[in-house]
């Protein structure tokens, strides 16, 4: 079985300071794990992915996290926030070898104050 | 156009109705996938199909019907909606083959069941 815990519902964060939002997962299998993105009204975008290469991986508009197998965590980060962050944010896992679903993290929703 | 379309954007219907949600998608895709998300929860997977002639429960499959019509077609039905199935419902679209987990989603139908 394999799940995933987002451990804010809502972050807020002054825009230009660092953002973290905190994902931990539970899985039996070596994970893939993956953060969406969903900006009002729109469907979800694929932010970044990790799938056993590098611990860090980085993603578009300049996201990144981090794999840390230890604490079984999947950390998202950005150095700097932007006003256009402020959307929803899902954690995503998915259990090496299965051909079946993804399992989403209930999401963490980001303010950006000005 | 978008890659992954969904009809109808907002539906309003009344209990013991049968309704239908529509998805086609341009990106030649194999696999298909109809998301249901409730605030707080996440995104819960309802059916998925990996070609025309394959489809698979979700987690949630009760209360829903699909068929997939072609390789770019993909309709839900709930065949008797209950108020508890008041959602934003999302199809979402995947290639095939391994490390290819990245899901296209559209933009999602907004339901209501009074």
């Known amino acids: 079985a394999q799940s995933v815990t987002q451990l804010d519902s809502h972050v807020s964060v002054s825009e230009g300071t660092p953002v973290l939002l905190r994902c931990n997962y539970s899985s039996s299998y070596s994970p893939s794990l993956f953060w969406y993105v969903q900006h009002p009204n729109k469907g979800l975008q694929l932010l970044l992915k990790?799938?056993?290469?590098?611990?860090l991986v980085k993603g578009i508009n300049g996201f990144e996290a981090e794999f840390k197998k230890s604490e079984t965590s999947f950390h998202l980060t950005k150095p700097s926030a932007h006003m256009s962050d402020a959307a929803e944010y899902f954690c995503?896992?998915?259990?090496?070898?299965?051909?079946?679903?993804?399992?989403f993290g209930s999401g963490t929703q980001l303010t950006v104050l000005p | 156009d978008a890659d992954v379309t969904q009809t109808p954007r907002n539906r309003i219907t009344k209990t013991g109705k049968r309704i239908m949600l529509e998805c086609s998608q341009t990106?030649?895709?194999?696999?298909m996938y109809w998301y249901r998300q409730d605030p707080g929860l996440g995104l819960r997977l309802i059916y998925y199909?990996?070609?025309?002639?394959?489809?698979n429960k979700g987690e949630i499959s009760d209360g829903y019907s699909v068929s997939r019509q072609a390789q770019a077609k993909f309709s839900l039905s709930l065949e008797s909606a209950i108020p508890n199935q008041t959602a934003l419902y999302f199809c979402?679209?995947?290639?095939?083959?391994?490390?290819?987990?990245?899901?296209?989603f559209g933009s999602g139908t907004q339901l209501s069941v009074l």
């Open positions: 990790y799938t056993s290469a590098a611990t």
């Open positions: 990106k030649g895709h194999d696999r």
């Open positions: 199909s990996f070609d025309v002639k394959d489809i």
């Open positions: 995503v896992v998915k259990a090496s070898g299965s051909a079946r679903q993804l399992t």
């Open positions: 979402a679209t995947s290639d095939s083959g391994q490390g290819n987990e990245k899901l296209f």
